[in-house]
């Protein structure tokens, strides 16, 4: 990768669309922020692009606002893509190696993931990528760089990701009409995990949990390979409506009142009794129990399904390096306590790291995730071997397509 080229990243979610394009600094291989901007999202249902017309017109409007301050040519951007209509399945592949020697070539490698991809889908779905998650040879399991080995049979453990075919087309048409390629096209959740987790987290056991506005993405990692996926559609957007019902107030000032007062753990010095004033046009007061009873209520609602899919790959509380939390949720008070108490694992809040001029931000930890794998797949088309940009998780989804 040339130092003068622009590597960018589009986030398109349900309340917001960011683009974020960094560059690598001429005297150093650090990365630099160079163009960067947002806009209030329309034609979005719960991470899912129902009216591309209003995405496109948003992205045209996000590209023309940054080139008013920044002279940089953007033409391609990775993307993230989102919404309960995404699964994961996981499948076997196996061939038979292909050399007289019975030495494993890279040949023998694409070809056991092709076999692998090879799996059933329902009416309308596609496979969007793959993951690969374990190599065998000749029964021995565990292997994860088998070319150059020698063997006779080579099988793969895959972890597939689909989705729905009319969604991933409108979110392709939306970015292509507003003139942008697309290099890439990630899950949510998998861009997040590459800004903010370490090759440590994922080698032991690690779990990210992405809380959007509309939904919440989680993505489970051990012996540094995703092991498993899955969308909500529940966000913090839900905590807002929710507190508009409960106290009986606008939407606009119940999201206000999240912010500024929202808490859904009792540290030191909480007071259920406390009454909170808030003056606009009318005056609101309600008692800080009020508030976060429920705040909790719908954050323990998250952590539960959570909890749920972690027993399906029995996980649960099985994850040594724990619970990583990013996304715009996060900024509610004692969410990484509440997670800490029901997921019964050590939590923490991920920042996205790496990126000069970026603000230590968990909101825009999937724009940054985006930025760092497309920095990494042009490095390694362009034999530059630059910085270790996404922390050991290489290549997972620049893996062969069919």
Do not use: W
């Amino acid at each position: 990768m040339s130092h003068n080229e622009i590597t960018t990243g589009l986030d398109i979610g349900t309340d917001s669309i960011k683009l974020l394009g960094v560059v690598r600094r001429k005297d150093s291989d650090l990365l630099e922020v160079v163009a960067k901007g947002m806009i209030k999202s329309d034609g979005i249902r719960k991470g899912i692009v129902v009216e591309p017309e209003k995405v496109t017109k948003k992205i045209q409007q996000l590209l023309s606002q940054i080139k008013e301050v920044n002279t940089e040519e953007i033409q391609d951007v990775a993307i993230n893509i989102n919404g309960k209509h995404l699964y994961t399945v996981l499948s076997k592949g196996l061939v038979s190696v292909s050399r007289a020697d019975q030495t494993i070539s890279q040949d023998d490698v694409e070809r056991v993931i092709l076999a692998a991809q090879t799996v059933s889908l329902p009416n309308n779905y596609e496979l969007i990528d793959s993951s690969v998650k374990d190599f065998i040879v000749d029964g021995q399991n565990g292997i994860k760089q088998p070319t150059g080995m020698h063997g006779v049979r080579l099988e793969a453990e895959v972890l597939n990701f689909c989705a729905f075919s009319p969604y991933v087309r409108n979110l392709k048409d939306c970015v292509v009409e507003a003139g942008l390629g697309i290099s890439d096209l990630v899950p949510s959740a998998i861009a997040a995990s590459i800004a903010v987790l370490t090759p440590q987290q994922k080698e032991l056991g690690v779990l990210l949990i992405d809380i959007g506005a509309a939904t919440t993405s989680m993505a489970v990692f051990e012996e540094g390979c995703i092991l498993h996926s899955a969308v909500f559609p529940i966000g913090s957007s839900h905590i807002t409506n929710d507190i508009a019902i409960g106290l009986k107030i606008d939407v606009e000032i119940a999201e206000r009142i999240k912010k500024e007062f929202g808490t859904c753990f009792k540290r030191k010095g909480y007071s259920g009794n406390k009454k909170i004033k808030i003056i606009k046009d009318k005056e609101i007061v309600f008692l800080q129990k009020s508030l976060f009873e429920i705040i909790e209520a719908r954050v323990l609602e998250i952590f539960d399904i959570v909890n749920q899919e972690l027993k399906k790959i029995e996980r649960q509380g099985k994850l040594p390096a724990g619970v990583v939390l990013t996304g715009g949720g996060t900024k509610i008070k004692g969410i990484d306590d509440l997670a800490r108490k029901e997921l019964k694992l050590p939590a923490k809040i991920g920042i996205p790291k790496g990126i000069l001029g970026l603000e230590e931000d968990p909101t825009i930890a999937s724009l940054a995730g985006l930025v760092l794998l497309g920095i990494e797949a042009k490095d390694e088309e362009g034999g530059d071997s630059g910085i270790n940009i996404v922390s050991g998780l290489s290549k997972i989804f620049k893996i062969f397509n069919p």
